[in-house]
């Protein structure tokens, strides 16, 4: 296995036997689930895994295209969906530390990451090895042409009226 540091964490990995595993094993979730959350996630994976995030997942041997699960949580204040989601690779942790971020510097999309032992949903073909799962919580923006069923997953905020969310004079004394 070969060893990484990051962040505090020391991992080791077997990125071959990992690449063996994703070859062997079906699509990604959101393949296999085709919700509309799941298309977007699917659609939009190319300005979600790039720069240093591709670059950490391809060093494990992680298929990129190949999720073990992902889940739309909600909107944040830009716009974007967040979505968290898990992979999995043959690896160790040796040493934990906390969930961390990487961000594509031309891109700005931010994705957190932590580890841990073990994999819920694993697939089959990792049967056999030592497993870790990356978590991670992605920040993606809607690139369907079909509008979100539900929008805002967020809280509602409670409604106001009409002229004073706009300021208007109905909130002066007459
Ligand atoms: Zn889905």
Not at 26 to 42: I, K, Q, S, T
Not at 51 to 71: K, M, Q, W
Not at 72 to 98: M, N, P, R
């Amino acid at each position: 296995m070969e060893r990484i540091t990051l962040e505090g964490w020391q991992i080791r990995y077997d990125a071959e036997a990992t690449r063996r595993a994703y070859l062997a094993r079906g699509p990604g979730y959101p393949e296999v689930c085709g919700c509309l959350d799941c298309r977007n996630y699917a659609a939009a994976r190319d300005t979600t895994y790039r720069g240093a995030t591709l670059e950490l997942l391809e060093r494990f041997g992680i298929d990129p295209s190949r999720e073990a699960e992902v889940f739309a949580t909600g909107q944040v204040e830009s716009g974007l969906y967040v979505y968290e989601g898990w992979f999995h690779f043959a690896g160790v942790v040796d040493v934990a530390s906390d969930p961390f971020t990487t961000r594509d510097p031309d891109h700005g999309t931010l994705f957190g990451l932590f580890f841990t032992a073990g994999g819920a949903l694993m697939p089959e073909t990792f049967n056999g090895l030592d497993v870790v799962q990356l978590d991670f919580r992605a920040e993606v923006p809607w690139v369907l042409d079909v509008p979100r069923e539900h929008p805002n997953d967020v809280p509602a905020r409670p409604a106001r009226p009409a002229a004073e969310a706009a300021g208007g004079p109905a909130a002066t004394p007459r």
